[in-house]
């Protein structure tokens, strides 16, 4: 495998998406973009193309999520991300990897990736036993991720 440059931030990768989306039409809430972030970077991870983004997932209440992208966008709250952005530059690959990602994702709905994402052993291993309403900050771990998707991917 060839060795992969991690850009710079999952700002990157959610500048990526909402661009995407604003050429699709698929818009996003700041909800559904955190999850999208969450899955690329373990379909990334279990897929064995390594991280795709430096940045770590927290195990909140409404499922992983990545604070500085939810800062920035919370002011739209479950309302679709109405921003203009330019599309970032990124390997062919990466892009590549993207496209094919969102070809399958932006069709499903944020509730249901949030769901999702309650059954899976990431999140639920860095919530542990907290009641599934409070408030978590803990990391998700990505060894975990990186079991739980290479697993679903045949890898493991």
């Not at 050429?23 to 969450?38: I, R």
């Not at 991300?81 to 892009?95: D, F, G, R």
Request: a positive charge; glycine letters at 6%; one cysteine or more.
């Amino acid at each position: 495998m060839a060795e992969y440059r991690i850009p710079t931030s999952a700002q990157i990768i959610a500048d990526y998406f909402l661009w995407l989306s604003n050429e699709s039409g698929s818009f996003l809430s700041n909800l559904k973009l955190q999850k999208l972030l969450y899955y690329a970077q373990g379909w990334h991870l279990g897929l064995g193309k390594g991280r795709l983004f430096k940045d770590q997932m927290q195990a909140w209440v409404h499922g992983p999520a990545i604070p500085a992208i939810y800062v920035r966008y919370k002011k739209f709250s479950f309302n679709p991300i109405s921003v203009s952005v330019t599309k970032p530059e990124l390997p062919p690959e990466t892009e590549g990897f993207l496209r094919e990602f969102a070809r399958v994702f932006f069709p499903l709905d944020a509730f249901y990736l949030e769901l999702a994402t309650h059954k899976e052993s990431p999140w639920i291993n860095a919530r542990g036993s907290l009641p599934a309403d409070a408030s978590c900050k803990k990391p998700i771990s990505e060894t975990d991720m990186l079991h739980h998707f290479s697993t679903a991917a045949g890898r493991a």
